[in-house]
Structures are given as structure tokens and as C-alpha cells.
């Protein structure tokens, strides 16, 4: 903002934020690649009013993300909760195999969605650590953005300034049709065509 002359205080780029950012998930969703059927889930911890949290996040074999979800709870409950989500989503394929790591609420979670027909009993559940490397990477950019800001005051704020990451982070990945990664004009373009900026 100083570059081009302008001032504008923090307030105004955390209200920008959190009107935004959800705005932008939702145009965007529409617009993502399918993405295949191994998965790599795991969850990482987020602070809010000095509590930690849990995001759940989920990629595919290429890092892709699948979806993410944010909880107070870490167990079998939000585990299906999330495994549903990521099974609703538009852009995801039925999983054939779910990497995780050796949290014991993902077996439960996969047999109660398994049990509901939501997903195959073919499917495979892989507890294996070295193999989950994908995500665990993948936590880091979320890792750059929110410890600088020592934490969030209210899960609202945090949900939505943490769906802007994710979904920037999405369309910088490559994820969306016609916008190849590392193509800033042309991501630039799809964001001002996703708020119809541009004619």
C-alpha cells in the first residue's frame, strides 16, 4: 500500500479480510481441478483467545489440497465430520487409499463413514507416519502466515481469515482451471474475473 501512495490502517485490512476472504473461497471452489483419489490427512494446531484449536487439512499424492475445516475437538466425531466434507467437496474423487498419521479417531472415523456407505470398503487406511510428509509440509505456509499474528481472538475470525489463506494458497498450487502455477498475472485476472472486475 505505501508503494502506491496509500495509507490504510490494520483495522481496515482485517475487516477487508474477513469480509473477503469466504467470498473468494466460495467463487473459487467452482473453478477447481478434480484432484485424485490418495489421500494424505492430518491436522495442526492453531491458537484462538490462547487455546489451541484444531485445522484439519487434507492433500492428494500431487500436494494438492482437498479441503480443510477448523474444530475445537480433535476426535472421532470431528475427524468424520472433516472426511465428510472433504467427500462433498466438487473437485475430490471417492478416496482409495487415506494416508494418516496415528491418531486413533481416524480408524473410527472411517469405519462409521464406511458403515454409511459413504465411502467403499475397499478403501484403505494407512497409518503410516513417513508417508503423511506431503501434508505435514504442507502445514508450513499456514504456519508463516498465522505465527506472526500471535493468534486469533474468536474461532469467526479465525475461520475466515484462515479460508483466505487456504484458497490463495489453492489458486498459487496451480488448482484452478486455467490458471497454471507460478502464473501471477493470470491468477491476478481469475480474482478480478471472480469478483467481476473485469469485463
Known amino acids: 500500500m505505501p508503494e502506491r501512495g496509500l495509507l490504510v490502517d ?11 476472504a469466504p467470498e473468494l473461497e466460495k467463487r473459487s471452489k467452482p473453478h477447481l481441478k478434480s484432484t485424485n483419489d ?3 490427512t492430518d491436522e495442526t494446531y492453531i491458537k ?6 484444531y ?5 492428494n499424492s ?3 489440497t482437498l479441503e480443510f475445516m477448523l474444530s475445537t475437538s480433535r476426535d472421532a466425531a470431528a475427524a468424520t465430520r472433516f472426511f465428510r466434507k472433504v467427500l462433498g467437496a466438487s473437485h475430490t474423487s471417492t478416496p482409495r487409499v487415506i494416508t494418516v498419521d496415528k491418531n486413533p479417531a481416524y480408524p473410527k472415523a472411517l469405519s462409521t463413514l464406511k458403515e454409511a456407505a459413504f465411502v467403499s470398503e475397499d478403501c484403505e487406511l494407512r497409518q503410516i507416519k513417513y508417508l503423511n510428509n506431503i501434508v505435514e509440509q504442507d502445514h508450513r505456509f499456514i504456519k508463516r502466515r498465522v505465527k506472526p499474528g500471535l ?5 469467526r475470525t479465525a475461520w475466515a ?9 489453492m489458486i498459487r498450487k496451480g488448482q484452478i482451471k486455467g490458471v497454471e502455477k507460478g502464473n501471477i498475472l493470470k491468477q491476478v485476472e481469475f480474482i478480478h474475473q471472480a ?4 469485463a
Not at 469478483?195 to 473485469?198: R, Y
Request: aromatic share 24%; proline share 0%; no cysteine.
Open 10 to 20: 490494520h483495522s481496515t485490512i482485517y475487516r477487508w479480510v474477513q469480509k473477503y
Open 38 to 40: 490418495s489421500w494424505r
Open 48 to 53: 484462538i483467545k490462547k487455546v489451541w484449536t
Open 55 to 59: 485445522l484439519y487439512r487434507a492433500v
Open 62 to 64: 500431487e500436494g494438492n
Open 151 to 155: 493468534g486469533f481472538f474468536s474461532f
Open 161 to 169: 481469515t484462515l479460508r483466505g489463506y487456504e484458497i490463495m494458497n
Open 195 to 198: 469478483f467481476g472486475l473485469v
